[in-house]
C-alpha cells in the first residue's frame, strides 16, 4: 500500500504563514491609515469568500493571498463595469432580504460636510466627525474590528478592508474601517443609508467636499464617506460609536 504524501501543500503553508503572520501583528499599534497598508488574508476572507463556480471566477483572484507570499502587501483588483455591478447588485440583494430598498434622497443643493481623504489616523478621522476623546483615545489598531461591526456598519459586498481600528468599554464602542469597494459612489451610500434608515437613525446626505452622510440615533452616530480611489476604485470610510 502506498503512503500518502505526508508534506504540506504550498497552499497550507501560505495559510499557515498567514495565520503566523497575523497573530505576531499586535492589536496596540497606533491605528494609522496608509496607502501601503493590506489585509492580504484575513479580510479577504471575512468578506470575499473562495468561490469555485466558472461563472464566478473573477472572485478567486479574492484569495491570491493562498498563492503568493503573504509577506509582502498584496495588490487590490481594479474595478471595472463588471465588478462595479456585481457588487451593487449583490449589495441590492442582501438589503431586499430584510425588507423594500429605499431610494437614496437627492441633495438639491452642495452641503458642506468632512473631508477625510487626507486623513490617515483613525483618531483623526473621529474627531474630525465629532467623536468624544475619550473614545479615540484609546483606539487600537487591528483587523478583527472590521469584523464587529454593527450592522448599521457593515461593510459592503465585494468590499475589501485595508485596515481598522475600534475600542469598547462600558462607556464607549467605536469602529473606524477603511476599505474599497468597485462600486459606484451612489451604489455605496445607497447601501449604507438603507442599513441606517432600518435601524431608524435620522440620516443627512452631504455631496461635498466628499459624497457622504451622518446619521444618529439617541448616543449612537455613524458616518460614511465616500470618494473615488485609483484604478477605478471608490474608497469608503466608516466611523460608528456609541458614547455616554
Known amino acids: ?133 475619550h473614545c479615540t483615545e484609546q483606539l487600537l489598531a487591528g483587523i478583527k474590528w472590521a469584523a464587529r461591526l454593527e450592522k448599521p456598519a457593515s461593510i459592503m459586498p465585494h468590499g475589501h478592508v485595508r485596515t481598522s481600528a475600534g475600542f469598547d468599554s462600558g462607556k464607549c464602542s467605536m469602529r473606524v474601517v477603511r476599505y474599497l469597494t468597485p462600486a459606484e459612489r451612489d451604489a455605496a451610500l445607497e447601501y449604507h443609508f438603507n442599513l441606517a434608515s432600518r435601524a431608524k437613525m435620522s440620516v443627512e446626505i452631504y455631496n461635498s467636499p466628499e459624497n457622504a452622510m451622518i446619521a444618529k440615533s439617541e448616543n449612537v452616530t455613524l458616518a460614511i464617506n465616500v470618494r473615488d480611489a485609483a484604478d477605478a476604485m471608490r474608497m469608503v470610510d466608516v466611523v460608528y460609536w456609541k458614547a455616554e
Not at 1 to 18: F, H, K, N, Q, T
Not at 73 to 87: I, K, W
Not at 108 to 120: M, R, Y
Request: aromatic share 4%; charged share 25%.
Open 1 to 133: 500500500m502506498r503512503m500518502r504524501d505526508a508534506r504540506p501543500s504550498p497552499i497550507a503553508i501560505a495559510v499557515l504563514g498567514g495565520v503566523l503572520m497575523l497573530s505576531a501583528c499586535g492589536e496596540d499599534a497606533a491605528p494609522v491609515f496608509t496607502e501601503q497598508t493590506r489585509d492580504p488574508v484575513l479580510a479577504r476572507v471575512l468578506h470575499d469568500p473562495l468561490m469555485v463556480d466558472p461563472d464566478l471566477a473573477y472572485r478567486n483572484e479574492a484569495a491570491a493571498a493562498l498563492t503568493t507570499s503573504v509577506g509582502q502587501p498584496l495588490p487590490v483588483l481594479a474595478g471595472n463595469e463588471t465588478l462595479a455591478r456585481f457588487a451593487r447588485d449583490e449589495a441590492r440583494l442582501e438589503l431586499l432580504k430584510d425588507g423594500e430598498i429605499i431610494d437614496l434622497p437627492k441633495v438639491e443643493f452642495d452641503v458642506e460636510g468632512s473631508n477625510l481623504a487626507d486623513l490617515n489616523s483613525a483618531a483623526e478621522m473621529a474627531l474630525t466627525l465629532g467623536a468624544p476623546a
